[in-house]
C-alpha cells in the first residue's frame, strides 16, 4: 500500500467539490479550489512520463487559482515555480504564491494595451523564461488536452452522487472544466446539455476583445482547449449581474464564493426555474475570500456603481454573437456548432 503524505492529503481534498443542492432541479458543484483538478492531474502525469526529473523547473502563465493549485503541487514534489503572470493579479493571491515558495514574475503594465493584450505577452515571457532554464516543464493549461481529461472524475462524482445530469452550466476560461466535464457526462446521457457563461468583450464565443471588468471569465486569445461543439447555449453576464448574484448565493444558500461562481449562478438560477424537468448542475470553482474588499463590500459596489442597478430577471436572446450588447445579461443559442460556422453566419 502506497503510504501518502500529510501535505498530499490535505491538497487532495482540494480537489473535489461539494454537490449542494441549490432548489428542486438545481445542484451546485462548490470547490475549494477547482483549478487543483487539472493541476494535480498534470503534474503527475508528467511525474510518470518523465518529463519532471529532479531538476526541472515548472514554469507557466497564470493571473488566478491555477497557480496556486500548481503552487501547492510544486511543494508537494518539492520542485521550483515560476509563474508568469500581469500587474493586476491579485495582491492577495500573490501573496499566497510566494509564501508556497513560488516565483512570481509580472509582465509590464504597458503590455496590455497591445493586441492580444497580457495574455500575449505573459506568453512571450513564457518562452523567455523557459529558454534560460535547463530542464523545464509547462503544464500548458490552455492547450494541455490533460486539462479537459482530468475533469471526467468530477463528472463521475455527478453521476454517482445524482444519477443523470441534464444540464450543466459554468464559466468558460480555458476551457478544461467545461469542455471535459461535458465529455464523459455525455458518455452516459448523449442528450445532455451544456451552457457556457462568458463576459462581455471575451472573445471566446464571438465578441471583439475589449476591457473587462469581470475577471476569471473571458479571454483574449482562443485557447486550444476550448471545444466550442460542446455548448448548447452561451450566456454573456456583466460584471454586475456577476456581483450581485455571487451576493444573493452567499445570502440565500451561505455559499461563499467568487464573481465567477456568482455569474454562473445567475444563468443556472434562471435555467432551472425555466426547466423544472431537468436535473442541472451549476459549476462554481472559486470561494470569495480573494473578493471581501470588493464583491463583498458595499461601499466598494456603490463606488463602481454597481449597487443599485435592478437587474433584468431573465437574459436578452440575442441573434448576433459577435456584437457586444448593453444590458447586463446575454444569451445566443450556439447549438453545438463550430466556432468558425457560427461566425460565418454572423458576419455578412
Same mark, same amino acid.
Given at each position: 500500500?502506497?503510504?501518502?503524505?500529510?501535505?498530499?492529503? #490535505?491538497?487532495? $481534498?482540494?480537489?473535489?467539490?461539494?454537490?449542494?443542492?441549490?432548489?428542486?432541479?438545481?445542484? &451546485? $458543484?462548490?470547490?475549494?479550489? =477547482?483549478?487543483?483538478?487539472? @493541476?494535480?492531474?498534470? *503534474?503527475?502525469?508528467?511525474? #510518470?512520463? &518523465?518529463?519532471?526529473?529532479?531538476?526541472?523547473? *515548472?514554469?507557466?502563465?497564470?493571473?488566478?487559482?491555477?497557480?496556486?493549485?500548481?503552487? =501547492?503541487?510544486?511543494? !508537494?514534489?518539492?520542485?521550483?515555480?515560476?509563474?508568469?503572470?500581469?500587474?493586476? *493579479?491579485?495582491?492577495?493571491?500573490?501573496?499566497?504564491?510566494?509564501?508556497? %515558495?513560488?516565483?512570481?514574475?509580472?509582465?509590464? #503594465?504597458?503590455?496590455?494595451?497591445?493586441? %492580444?493584450?497580457?495574455?500575449?505577452?505573459?506568453? +512571450?515571457?513564457?518562452?523567455?523564461?523557459?529558454g534560460e532554464h535547463e530542464s523545464t516543464? /509547462?503544464?500548458?493549461?490552455?492547450?494541455?488536452?490533460?486539462?479537459?481529461?482530468?475533469?471526467?472524475?468530477?463528472?463521475?462524482?455527478?453521476?454517482?452522487?445524482?444519477?443523470?445530469?441534464? /444540464?450543466?452550466? %459554468?464559466?468558460?476560461?480555458?476551457?478544461?472544466?467545461?469542455? &471535459?466535464?461535458?465529455?464523459?457526462?455525455?458518455?452516459?446521457?448523449?442528450? /445532455?446539455?451544456?451552457? %457556457?457563461?462568458?463576459?462581455?468583450?471575451?472573445?471566446?464565443?464571438?465578441?471583439? +476583445?475589449?476591457?473587462?471588468?469581470?475577471?476569471?471569465?473571458?479571454?483574449?486569445? =482562443?485557447?486550444?482547449?476550448?471545444? !466550442?461543439?460542446?455548448?448548447? +447555449?452561451? !450566456?454573456?453576464?456583466?460584471? $454586475?449581474?456577476?456581483?450581485?448574484?455571487?451576493?444573493?448565493?452567499?445570502?440565500?444558500? #451561505?455559499?461563499?464564493?467568487?464573481?465567477?461562481s456568482g455569474a454562473s449562478f445567475r444563468?443556472?438560477?434562471?435555467? @432551472?426555474?425555466?426547466?423544472?424537468?431537468?436535473?442541472?448542475?451549476? =459549476?462554481?470553482?472559486?470561494?470569495?475570500?480573494?473578493?471581501?474588499?470588493?464583491?463583498?463590500?458595499?461601499?466598494?459596489?456603490?463606488?463602481?456603481?454597481?449597487?443599485?442597478?435592478?437587474?433584468?430577471?431573465?437574459?436578452?436572446?440575442?441573434?448576433?454573437?459577435?456584437?457586444?450588447?448593453?444590458?447586463?445579461?446575454?444569451?445566443?443559442?450556439?447549438?453545438?456548432?463550430?466556432?468558425?460556422?457560427? *461566425?460565418?453566419?454572423?458576419?455578412?
Amino acid at each position: 500500500m502506497t503510504v501518502r503524505s500529510a501535505f498530499e492529503e #490535505a491538497t487532495d $481534498a482540494y480537489r473535489l467539490p461539494r454537490l449542494v443542492r441549490l432548489g428542486p432541479n438545481l445542484y &451546485g $458543484a462548490a470547490f475549494t479550489l =477547482m483549478k487543483m483538478v487539472p @493541476a494535480r492531474h498534470i *503534474i503527475r502525469k508528467a511525474l #510518470a512520463d &518523465g518529463q519532471i526529473g529532479p531538476d526541472t523547473v *515548472i514554469i507557466e502563465t497564470t493571473s488566478g487559482t491555477f497557480g496556486l493549485a500548481l503552487a =501547492m503541487q510544486a511543494v !508537494h514534489i518539492g520542485r521550483r515555480l515560476v509563474l508568469v503572470s500581469d500587474p493586476v *493579479i491579485d495582491e492577495r493571491l500573490y501573496r499566497r504564491l510566494t509564501a508556497l %515558495g513560488a516565483v512570481v514574475d509580472r509582465v509590464p #503594465a504597458e503590455a496590455g494595451l497591445v493586441p %492580444g493584450g497580457f495574455q500575449r505577452a505573459r506568453l +512571450d515571457r513564457l518562452d523567455e523564461l523557459r529558454g534560460e532554464h535547463e530542464s523545464t516543464f /509547462c503544464p500548458e493549461q490552455y492547450t494541455n488536452p490533460e486539462n479537459p481529461r482530468s475533469y471526467a472524475s468530477v463528472a463521475e462524482l455527478m453521476v454517482e452522487a445524482l444519477g443523470q445530469v441534464d /444540464c450543466v452550466i %459554468g464559466p468558460v476560461g480555458s476551457g478544461g472544466s467545461m469542455s &471535459g466535464t461535458t465529455r464523459y457526462l455525455r458518455s452516459v446521457t448523449p442528450e /445532455c446539455r451544456a451552457v %457556457g457563461v462568458d463576459t462581455q468583450h471575451s472573445i471566446l464565443f464571438g465578441h471583439p +476583445d475589449g476591457k473587462r471588468e469581470l475577471r476569471g471569465l473571458g479571454m483574449s486569445l =482562443m485557447p486550444a482547449n476550448l471545444d !466550442h461543439t460542446t455548448f448548447d +447555449d452561451v !450566456h454573456w453576464v456583466s460584471a $454586475a449581474a456577476a456581483y450581485q448574484s455571487t451576493r444573493a448565493l452567499y445570502a440565500q444558500h #451561505a455559499l461563499f464564493m467568487g464573481p465567477t461562481s456568482g455569474a454562473s449562478f445567475r444563468v443556472a438560477d434562471w435555467y @432551472a426555474r425555466t426547466n423544472p424537468d431537468q436535473l442541472t448542475v451549476v =459549476m462554481l470553482p472559486d470561494e470569495g475570500y480573494r473578493y471581501t474588499d470588493t464583491v463583498y463590500n458595499d461601499e466598494w459596489l456603490a463606488a463602481q456603481g454597481h449597487l443599485t442597478p435592478s437587474l433584468p430577471p431573465e437574459p436578452d436572446v440575442v441573434t448576433d454573437p459577435t456584437v457586444p450588447a448593453d444590458g447586463g445579461w446575454q444569451t445566443y443559442h450556439w447549438g453545438r456548432r463550430e466556432h468558425p460556422d457560427v *461566425i460565418a453566419l454572423a458576419v455578412p
